[in-house]
């Protein structure tokens, strides 16, 4: 019970407006932006990935849009890494 008060005053902290401007506030700003934005681009690279299974009958019929409709999961399954590659690097600093 004593650390769930310690965790909302440290949460708490964050927000009061005194220190909104610290630097404490931006690398939480910064690592929030970070996880939200990897989560997305992962979801998006594996609903490529999804529709590239799904759709894979078309490689014979339609390669070109089927070729480029994959490498769109790519850049969204590399831009993931990148994210959660800043994210980790982020924590491993701030400790």
């Known amino acids: ?3 769930d008060r310690i965790w909302f005053k440290e949460i708490a902290s964050l927000f009061d407006s ?3 401007s610290s630097s404490k506030f931006k690398e939480f700003s910064v690592k929030a ?3 939200i934005t990897g989560s997305l681009f992962g979801l998006i690279a594996l609903m490529h990935a999804w529709r590239s299974i799904v759709d894979r009958g078309r490689l014979a019929t339609e390669p070109v849009p089927y070729l480029l409709e994959s490498s ?3 850049v969204a399954a590399a831009l993931s890494i990148w994210a959660w590659r800043l994210t ?3 924590v ?3 400790e």
């Open 18 to 20: 005194r220190i909104a």
């Open 1 to 3: 019970m004593r650390n």
């Open 33 to 35: 932006y970070l996880i």
């Open 92 to 94: 491993r600093k701030s």
């Open 88 to 90: 980790l690097t982020k």
């Open 72 to 74: 769109l999961g790519l």
